[in-house]
C-alpha cells in the first residue's frame, strides 16, 4: 500500500512538471514574437524621427571642395538649418538617405514658415540649378549669397560692389594676389605656404609670383623685405575666363555685371539684350512656354508680351576662395524654391589627405 501510495504521487508530480513544461512553451512562443515586434517598432519610429527631423529641421552636410575656403574646409561637417528659410515639403517619392526616387511622380511642393528672411552674407545650401530633374533631388552646394531680390552686383578688378556700396574681403576669404618681388630677391614658395596661402604659378619673365591668400596673409607678405608689392590679380574687363552669365555677356569673374537680381512681383521688360539673363527664369524656373519673335517681342504660353512679371525670388551665390568657386558669376541666379537651409554650426571636421580629425570644435558659420 505504501508504494502505490509512493507511486501515485511521482505519477502526479510528472503529470505537474510536464503541465508546468508546455505552459511555459506556449507562454514563451507570443513572447519571442512580441520582442521582434517591438524591435521592429522600435526602428520604424527611429527612422521616421530621423527622416522628420531631417525634412523639417536640421540636416548634416559635407564640404566637399574647397570653393569656400577659409571659411569652410574640405571635410568639415555641418548642420544646415531648415527652421530659418522654411522647410520645404517633399516633391519626390523615395527611399530615406539615398538618391532612389520614383521616377515621373512629382508633388507639388510648399514651403513652411520660417523665422529668418533669407539675409545677405548668409551661407546658404541650394540644390545647384542647372541640374535636370526634381528640384530638390538636384546636387547640393554651398555658397555665400552675396546678392538678395532687388539688389544690383557688380565686381570691379574684383572688388565686390552691391547696391554700390564696396564689400572687401573678408578675413577668411581668399582670392588670387600678385606678389612682386624687391629687386632681385626671390620669394621663398616654402614661407608663402606657412602662411596658409597656396602659390599658384609664376608670371613669365618678371618672377613675379600668383597666390592665392586671405588678406591676413597678405598683410604678413607686405611686411617681408624681399616683397615690393602684394595687389589683387585681376584680369582685364573683356577678356575670357570661359563662358559666363549670361551667355554674351563679356563679363570675366574679376569684372562681372552690373546685373540686377529680380524680385517677385517685379515686372521687367524682355528684350533680346535681356532675354539671355531671363530665360532659365521664364522656361526652366517658372515653367513657361516662351520663343523669340522676329520683331523683338515674346510669345509665353502662347501670348505675344514684351514684359514678364517674376514668380518667385532670386538670388545671387558666391563662394568665399573667389578664384576657385563656379557660381552664379558662371551659371545664374539661385531661385528662391532652391533654397535647402542656412549652414549654422561646423560640428566635425577631417583632414581628407591625412584622413585626421581637425580640432576646430563646434564652429558657428558667419
Known amino acids: ?13 510528472a503529470r505537474e512538471r510536464r503541465r508546468a513544461e508546455r505552459a511555459a512553451a506556449r507562454n514563451g512562443k507570443p513572447a519571442k514574437k512580441e520582442g521582434w515586434r517591438e524591435t521592429l517598432r522600435f526602428w520604424a519610429w527611429a527612422i521616421l524621427i530621423i527622416v522628420l527631423v531631417r525634412i523639417f529641421l536640421f540636416e548634416p552636410f559635407r564640404i566637399p571642395t574647397p570653393s569656400m575656403e577659409k571659411t569652410l574646409l574640405v571635410g568639415d561637417f555641418l548642420f544646415v538649418s531648415k527652421l530659418h528659410y522654411g522647410a520645404r ?32 552674407g548668409d551661407v546658404a545650401v541650394f540644390n545647384y540649378p542647372p541640374d535636370a ?12 549669397l552675396v546678392g538678395v531680390p532687388g539688389d544690383t552686383v557688380r565686381l570691379v ?24 618681388p624687391a629687386g632681385q ?21 618678371t618672377g613675379h609670383l600668383v597666390v592665392n591668400a586671405t588678406p591676413g596673409a597678405v598683410a604678413e607678405m607686405r611686411a617681408w623685405p624681399y616683397v615690393a608689392e602684394v595687389e589683387p590679380f585681376s584680369i582685364p574687363e573683356q577678356t575670357s575666363t570661359g563662358e ?19 524680385r517677385r512681383g517685379q515686372t521687367a521688360r524682355l528684350t533680346p539684350e535681356t532675354w539671355p539673363a531671363l530665360r532659365d527664369i521664364v ?8 520663343e523669340a519673335l522676329p520683331d523683338g517681342t515674346f510669345r509665353i504660353d502662347g501670348e505675344v508680351t514684351d514684359t514678364y512679371t517674376f514668380e518667385q525670388d532670386y538670388y545671387f551665390a558666391m563662394g568665399d576662395n573667389r578664384d576657385n568657386s563656379q557660381d552664379s558669376r558662371f551659371w545664374g541666379f539661385v531661385p528662391h524654391d532652391h533654397l535647402v537651409g542656412k549652414a549654422v554650426l561646423v560640428f566635425f571636421s577631417i583632414d581628407t589627405e591625412r584622413w585626421l580629425p581637425r580640432l576646430r570644435g563646434l564652429l558657428p558659420i558667419r
Open 283 to 290: 522656361t526652366r524656373f517658372e515653367g513657361h512656354t516662351a
Open 157 to 180: 578688378d574684383k572688388v565686390l560692389y552691391v547696391n554700390g556700396t564696396r564689400y572687401p574681403l573678408t578675413e577668411a576669404q581668399e582670392q588670387h594676389w600678385r606678389v612682386t
Open 1 to 13: 500500500m505504501p508504494s502505490t501510495t509512493t507511486d501515485k504521487k511521482a505519477r502526479e508530480a
Open 89 to 120: 515639403t517633399p516633391s519626390t517619392i523615395g527611399v530615406p538617405f539615398t538618391g532612389l526616387y520614383l521616377r515621373g511622380v512629382e508633388l507639388p511642393q510648399a514651403r513652411l514658415p520660417g523665422f529668418s528672411s533669407v539675409k545677405r
Open 185 to 205: 630677391s626671390s620669394i621663398p614658395a616654402s614661407r608663402v605656404r606657412d602662411l596658409g596661402a597656396e602659390v599658384i604659378g609664376t608670371i613669365p619673365n
Open 244 to 262: 559666363m552669365f549670361p551667355a554674351g555677356s563679356g563679363f570675366n569673374r574679376d569684372n562681372y555685371g552690373p546685373i540686377v537680381l529680380p
Open 133 to 144: 530633374g526634381p528640384v530638390e533631388r538636384r546636387t547640393p552646394y554651398i555658397k555665400r
